[in-house]
Protein backbone atom coordinates (compact mmCIF):
# COMPACT_ATOMS: atom_id res chain seq x y z
CA UNK A 1 0.00 0.00 0.00
CA UNK A 2 1.18 3.47 -0.82
CA UNK A 3 1.30 6.45 0.90
CA UNK A 4 1.81 10.58 0.29
CA UNK A 5 3.98 11.59 3.42
CA UNK A 6 3.79 15.33 2.96
CA UNK A 7 5.75 17.39 5.92
CA UNK A 8 5.69 20.91 8.35
CA UNK A 9 8.68 21.82 9.98
CA UNK A 10 8.09 22.04 13.79
CA UNK A 11 8.36 25.62 14.29
CA UNK A 12 4.75 26.11 12.07
CA UNK A 13 3.26 24.18 14.24
CA UNK A 14 2.63 22.87 18.32
CA UNK A 15 3.36 19.20 17.66
CA UNK A 16 5.76 17.23 19.99
CA UNK A 17 8.68 16.36 18.47
CA UNK A 18 8.52 13.00 15.99
CA UNK A 19 11.22 10.13 18.10
CA UNK A 20 12.30 7.83 15.49
CA UNK A 21 10.54 5.15 17.60
CA UNK A 22 7.45 7.18 17.67
CA UNK A 23 7.99 7.72 14.07
CA UNK A 24 8.53 3.75 12.87
CA UNK A 25 5.55 2.55 15.30
CA UNK A 26 3.13 5.66 13.14
CA UNK A 27 4.41 3.83 9.49
CA UNK A 28 4.46 0.39 10.67
CA UNK A 29 0.63 0.41 12.02
CA UNK A 30 -0.41 2.48 8.42
CA UNK A 31 1.43 -0.93 6.50
CA UNK A 32 4.51 1.25 5.51
CA UNK A 33 7.90 -0.23 5.14
CA UNK A 34 10.00 3.21 4.62
CA UNK A 35 13.25 0.70 4.17
CA UNK A 36 11.14 -1.68 1.26
CA UNK A 37 10.63 1.74 -0.52
CA UNK A 38 6.92 1.77 -0.19
CA UNK A 39 6.70 5.70 0.94
CA UNK A 40 6.78 8.58 -1.96
CA UNK A 41 8.61 11.44 -1.05
CA UNK A 42 7.62 14.98 -1.89
CA UNK A 43 11.28 15.86 -2.25
CA UNK A 44 14.76 14.60 -0.88
CA UNK A 45 14.87 17.09 1.39
CA UNK A 46 11.23 15.73 3.31
CA UNK A 47 12.96 12.68 3.92
CA UNK A 48 16.19 13.93 5.71
CA UNK A 49 14.13 16.19 7.40
CA UNK A 50 11.69 12.85 8.54
CA UNK A 51 14.96 10.55 9.17
CA UNK A 52 16.40 13.48 11.39
CA UNK A 53 12.91 13.98 13.76
CA UNK A 54 12.78 18.08 12.28
CA UNK A 55 9.40 17.61 10.80
CA UNK A 56 5.92 15.94 11.43
CA UNK A 57 4.54 13.87 8.64
CA UNK A 58 0.92 14.32 7.27
CA UNK A 59 -0.07 10.96 5.50
CA UNK A 60 -3.35 10.57 3.26
CA UNK A 61 -3.53 7.50 0.73
CA UNK A 62 -1.87 7.46 -2.65
CA UNK A 63 -4.45 8.75 -5.65
CA UNK A 64 -6.63 10.48 -3.00
CA UNK A 65 -6.78 14.25 -4.41
CA UNK A 66 -6.15 16.50 -1.79
CA UNK A 67 -9.06 18.40 -0.23
CA UNK A 68 -9.51 22.02 -0.15
CA UNK A 69 -9.35 21.57 3.73
CA UNK A 70 -5.98 20.29 3.55
CA UNK A 71 -4.25 22.64 1.82
CA UNK A 72 -5.73 25.63 3.95
CA UNK A 73 -4.19 23.51 6.85
CA UNK A 74 -1.32 23.06 4.91
CA UNK A 75 -1.18 26.66 4.13
CA UNK A 76 -1.80 27.69 8.04
CA UNK A 77 1.24 25.12 8.54
CA UNK A 78 -1.06 23.17 10.38
CA UNK A 79 0.04 19.48 10.88
CA UNK A 80 -3.46 16.88 10.47
CA UNK A 81 -4.15 13.61 9.85
CA UNK A 82 -6.51 11.61 7.66
CA UNK A 83 -8.95 8.72 8.81
CA UNK A 84 -11.11 7.57 5.59
CA UNK A 85 -13.92 4.91 5.99
CA UNK A 86 -16.68 4.33 3.65
CA UNK A 87 -19.78 6.42 2.97
CA UNK A 88 -22.69 4.20 1.11
CA UNK A 89 -24.90 7.32 0.44
CA UNK A 90 -28.00 4.38 -0.03
CA UNK A 91 -27.00 3.52 3.66
CA UNK A 92 -25.24 6.74 4.73
CA UNK A 93 -23.86 6.19 9.06
CA UNK A 94 -24.77 9.03 11.34
CA UNK A 95 -22.09 10.86 13.51
CA UNK A 96 -21.93 8.19 15.72
CA UNK A 97 -21.10 5.40 13.25
CA UNK A 98 -18.32 7.65 11.51
CA UNK A 99 -16.51 7.96 14.78
CA UNK A 100 -17.12 3.70 14.85
CA UNK A 101 -15.29 3.40 11.83
CA UNK A 102 -12.42 5.73 12.28
CA UNK A 103 -11.83 4.04 15.44
CA UNK A 104 -12.89 7.02 17.72
CA UNK A 105 -14.83 8.00 20.67
CA UNK A 106 -18.20 9.67 19.36
CA UNK A 107 -17.36 12.70 21.42
CA UNK A 108 -13.91 13.29 20.25
CA UNK A 109 -15.43 13.31 16.58
CA UNK A 110 -17.38 16.68 15.69
CA UNK A 111 -20.39 16.85 12.92
CA UNK A 112 -20.76 20.22 11.57
CA UNK A 113 -24.48 21.87 11.58
CA UNK A 114 -25.54 24.07 8.89
CA UNK A 115 -28.23 26.98 11.16
CA UNK A 116 -29.77 29.65 9.51
CA UNK A 117 -31.58 32.02 11.62
CA UNK A 118 -34.94 34.16 10.27
CA UNK A 119 -33.33 38.13 11.03
CA UNK A 120 -29.94 37.12 9.64
CA UNK A 121 -28.58 36.79 5.82
CA UNK A 122 -26.11 34.39 6.88
CA UNK A 123 -26.12 30.69 7.86
CA UNK A 124 -23.54 30.02 10.38
CA UNK A 125 -21.56 26.47 10.90
CA UNK A 126 -21.74 24.66 14.15
CA UNK A 127 -19.27 22.06 15.25
CA UNK A 128 -20.79 19.89 17.66
CA UNK A 129 -20.07 16.57 19.19
CA UNK A 130 -21.22 13.15 17.28
CA UNK A 131 -23.30 11.51 20.14
CA UNK A 132 -24.89 14.82 20.96
CA UNK A 133 -27.83 17.13 19.84
CA UNK A 134 -28.04 20.80 18.90
CA UNK A 135 -30.18 23.16 21.61
CA UNK A 136 -31.65 25.61 19.53
CA UNK A 137 -32.89 27.82 21.40
CA UNK A 138 -30.42 27.87 24.01
CA UNK A 139 -27.53 28.47 21.31
CA UNK A 140 -29.62 31.23 19.50
CA UNK A 141 -29.96 33.54 22.64
CA UNK A 142 -26.44 33.18 23.31
CA UNK A 143 -25.60 34.37 19.87
CA UNK A 144 -28.17 37.26 19.71
CA UNK A 145 -30.39 35.75 17.25
CA UNK A 146 -34.34 35.27 18.05
CA UNK A 147 -34.25 31.68 16.04
CA UNK A 148 -31.85 29.56 14.64
CA UNK A 149 -32.47 26.68 12.72
CA UNK A 150 -31.54 23.59 10.97
CA UNK A 151 -31.40 24.13 7.12
CA UNK A 152 -32.84 21.87 5.24
CA UNK A 153 -30.71 19.03 3.44
CA UNK A 154 -31.47 20.46 -0.40
CA UNK A 155 -31.01 24.00 0.30
CA UNK A 156 -27.47 23.21 2.46
CA UNK A 157 -26.32 21.19 -0.29
CA UNK A 158 -27.22 24.16 -2.70
CA UNK A 159 -26.05 26.85 -0.44
CA UNK A 160 -22.63 24.91 0.85
CA UNK A 161 -21.85 23.31 -2.87
CA UNK A 162 -20.99 19.91 -0.36
CA UNK A 163 -23.07 17.09 0.15
CA UNK A 164 -24.71 16.25 3.48
CA UNK A 165 -22.37 13.63 5.08
CA UNK A 166 -19.76 15.62 3.83
CA UNK A 167 -19.67 18.97 5.37
CA UNK A 168 -17.11 20.74 7.27
CA UNK A 169 -16.32 23.98 8.08
CA UNK A 170 -12.54 23.77 7.31
CA UNK A 171 -14.22 23.17 3.88
CA UNK A 172 -16.14 26.42 3.36
CA UNK A 173 -14.15 28.89 4.65
CA UNK A 174 -14.51 30.77 1.36
CA UNK A 175 -17.82 31.54 2.15
CA UNK A 176 -17.20 33.34 5.25
CA UNK A 177 -19.86 32.21 7.39
CA UNK A 178 -19.27 32.22 10.98
CA UNK A 179 -18.13 29.11 12.58
CA UNK A 180 -18.69 27.82 16.26
CA UNK A 181 -17.48 25.36 17.94
CA UNK A 182 -19.03 23.83 20.94
CA UNK A 183 -17.38 24.32 24.18
CA UNK A 184 -16.87 20.57 24.73
CA UNK A 185 -14.13 20.70 22.53
CA UNK A 186 -11.96 22.24 25.13
CA UNK A 187 -11.40 18.93 27.27
CA UNK A 188 -9.49 17.57 24.23
CA UNK A 189 -6.03 18.88 22.61
CA UNK A 190 -7.44 16.99 19.29
CA UNK A 191 -10.98 16.52 17.42
CA UNK A 192 -11.93 14.94 14.10
CA UNK A 193 -14.36 16.81 11.98
CA UNK A 194 -15.03 16.16 8.43
CA UNK A 195 -12.74 17.39 5.54
CA UNK A 196 -15.83 18.37 3.11
CA UNK A 197 -16.62 14.87 1.79
CA UNK A 198 -18.20 11.89 2.37
CA UNK A 199 -15.30 9.47 4.10
CA UNK A 200 -13.25 11.63 5.09
CA UNK A 201 -12.34 13.22 8.53
CA UNK A 202 -9.45 15.14 9.62
CA UNK A 203 -7.60 15.11 12.83
CA UNK A 204 -6.92 18.66 13.95
CA UNK A 205 -5.69 20.13 17.10
CA UNK A 206 -8.68 22.09 18.79
CA UNK A 207 -5.72 25.84 18.74
CA UNK A 208 -5.68 25.34 15.79
CA UNK A 209 -8.58 24.29 14.24
CA UNK A 210 -10.20 27.39 16.31
CA UNK A 211 -7.35 29.61 14.74
CA UNK A 212 -7.61 28.74 11.04
CA UNK A 213 -11.77 28.67 11.24
CA UNK A 214 -11.46 32.18 13.37
CA UNK A 215 -14.16 30.01 15.23
CA UNK A 216 -15.54 30.95 18.37
CA UNK A 217 -16.41 28.53 21.47
CA UNK A 218 -20.13 28.39 22.04
CA UNK A 219 -22.56 25.98 24.53
CA UNK A 220 -24.29 24.47 22.08
CA UNK A 221 -25.57 21.24 23.15
CA UNK A 222 -28.84 20.16 24.52
CA UNK A 223 -29.08 18.43 27.79
CA UNK A 224 -28.74 14.59 28.09
Known amino acids: MWFYLALLPHRLHHSQAWEAPARQRQLDRLGVAVAAGGVEWHTREDRHQFEAGEAALVVYTAGMQKLNSQRLLESHGVAYS ?3 YTYD ?25 VLSGASHGRPILVML ?3 RQVDL ?3 AASLGYKRLELMPRAET ?10 IGALALMAKRWQSYLDRSAEQFTRIY ?5 RGVMLGVDVA ?10 VDAAAER
Request: proline fraction near 8%; charged fraction near 25%; charge should be positive.
Open 157 to 166: ERLTGLKVGG
Open 129 to 131: QAD
Open 193 to 197: VNAGQ
Open 89 to 113: PDNPPDAEEVARRIGLPPAQVYKTL
Open 137 to 139: KKL
Open 82 to 84: VHT
Open 208 to 217: DLLRVLGAKL
